[in-house]
């Protein structure tokens, strides 16, 4: 029998814990035949009606020191102290799962390594995507290519705003509490709306395809405070919807162009079509060509599926380390920010003449706001863009088209 610890119990420790329980027959013929027990449960508040409240514990040490404990599902959150538990957990023999995007994407160079000299594993399945199978994909199913490209909704929270703000009319202010309320939102909601989550999201994916440490802090990220319901409906017009889109391009000069930013999609684009909590991962592979992956982005139980799949190979790999690997790079592997043009759409209460002067040719969209110029731009850098637009007499919105 496998004894586990689960590290945190809010919506994804919960959710752990309850697929243990309910699915235990088939997770014990997934292993290969040991059962999973979950030994511990650590966490800093009580949880005085839970059917095991003898689980629980505030130490860590008991888990530490536990030469039972062969592996711990991390679904804590934050940096610390969700940091120094997995590196002492590790350096101790045991392997670690985790959902906690921002641990891996700032610590996963340095815990893989570890991993890797211990052999024991650290998994992260649940950090992209929630229940969506990428990280395994990526770095199994897709090793024979060269990754060119990823674009994705990487982000459950903004994606589901962005839909009720679409479908539904309603204001980003009542569609953030309702993602909230329904548990899909970070502790810091700021990071969903911001942009960061999805920015460590894709920093991830980018270090997985190109076996290079990719510092999240060096992607270009913005957020959707900014969107209103009238960008929605101009985008509609478009026979488009806007998306918070994680994107990274890998150049024939060993350079990744990567960003985060809400995005036009047209109709046309797969990625269009992806709703509500819902996260969906176009990668483009040399050989492959285009593959997406699609499925439920955050919430407790899909986000604990892959959690508690983690801890199944963990228990399956016990004897060895699977050697998920990136490598420091040698100096700067980002592209310039300036090396990528987009079309942009842009709303203005300048005159459709001086937008003519100014952006050359452009393509005007029929306004529906009094005394507004909308149009699109011929594809621009970043740089051209913010010239033209700051000569403009203002800038209502400025939002890329993903081509
Ligand atoms: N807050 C995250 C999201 C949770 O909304 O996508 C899953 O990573």
């Known amino acids: 029998m496998a004894k586990a610890a689960i590290m945190g119990y809010g919506t994804v420790g919960s959710g752990v814990y309850e697929i243990i329980k309910t699915n235990a027959d088939k997770l014990t013929k997934n292993t290969g035949g040991e059962a999973i027990d979950v030994k511990y449960i650590l966490d800093i508040r009580d949880f005085p009606d839970?059917?095991?409240?003898?689980?629980?514990?505030?130490?860590?040490?008991?888990?530490?020191?536990?030469?039972?404990?062969?592996?711990?599902?991390?679904?804590?959150?934050?940096?610390?102290?969700?940091?120094?538990?997995?590196?002492?957990?590790?350096?101790?023999?045991?392997?670690?799962?985790?959902?906690?995007?921002?641990?891996?994407?700032?610590?996963?160079?340095?815990?893989?390594?570890?991993?890797?000299?211990?052999?024991?594993?650290?998994?992260?399945?649940?950090?992209?995507?929630?229940?969506?199978p990428i990280i395994r994909?990526?770095?199994?199913?897709?090793?024979?290519?060269?990754?060119?490209r990823i674009a994705g909704i990487l982000n459950g929270t903004t994606n589901y705003i962005l839909d009720q703000m679409i479908r539904r009319g309603k204001t980003f202010d009542a569609a953030l509490k309702d993602a909230q309320a329904k548990g899909f939102a970070e502790r810091?909601?700021?990071?969903?709306?911001?942009?960061?989550?999805?920015?460590?999201?894709?920093?991830?994916?980018?270090?997985?395809?190109?076996?290079?440490?990719?510092?999240?802090?060096?992607?270009?990220?913005?957020?959707?405070?900014?969107?209103?319901?009238?960008?929605?409906?101009?985008?509609?017009?478009?026979?488009?919807?806007?998306?918070?889109?994680?994107?990274?391009?890998?150049?024939?000069?060993?350079?990744?162009?990567?960003?985060?930013?809400?995005?036009?999609?047209?109709s046309e684009n797969p990625l269009s079509g992806v709703d509500g909590v819902m996260n969906a991962i176009t990668v483009t592979g040399d050989c492959v060509g285009d593959v997406m992956f699609y499925g439920a982005g955050a919430g407790k139980l899909p986000t604990a599926s892959a959690v508690v799949a983690d801890v199944v190979d963990a228990v399956k790999h016990a004897e060895r380390s699977k050697k998920i690997m990136w490598q420091k790079p040698d100096g700067n592997i980002m592209a310039d920010g300036d090396s990528k043009k987009f079309a942009w759409f842009v709303r203005t209460t300048d005159s459709a003449e001086n937008v003519s002067k100014i952006f050359g040719r452009c393509e005007f969209v029929d306004n529906i706001t009094e005394g507004e110029s909308a149009f699109v731009t011929e594809p621009l850098t970043r740089s051209d863009a913010e010239s033209k637009t700051g000569a403009l007499r203002d800038v209502i919105t400025s939002i890329k088209i993903l081509g």
């Open 137 to 148: 994909p990526m770095h199994q199913c897709l090793t024979a290519n060269n990754i060119k």
């Open 188 to 266: 810091n909601p700021a990071a969903d709306v911001e942009g960061h989550d999805a920015c460590r999201k894709i920093a991830i994916l980018a270090s997985l395809a190109s076996g290079l440490a990719v510092d999240y802090s060096d992607i270009d990220t913005e957020g959707i405070t900014n969107i209103t319901l009238d960008d929605v409906k101009y985008a509609a017009q478009m026979n488009s919807v806007i998306k918070l889109i994680g994107y990274a391009e890998f150049r024939e000069d060993g350079k990744i162009y990567s960003i985060v930013s809400p995005m036009i999609i047209n």
């Open 50 to 132: 839970h059917p095991e409240p003898n689980l629980f514990t505030k130490d860590f040490n008991d888990i530490l020191n536990d030469g039972e404990v062969t592996v711990a599902a991390e679904v804590m959150g934050g940096l610390h102290p969700a940091y120094e538990f997995t590196k002492a957990l590790l350096e101790a023999g045991k392997s670690v799962v985790t959902s906690n995007k921002e641990l891996v994407a700032t610590y996963g160079t340095e815990l893989l390594e570890i991993a890797r000299e211990k052999n024991v594993n650290y998994f992260f399945e649940a950090s992209v995507g929630g229940g969506i």
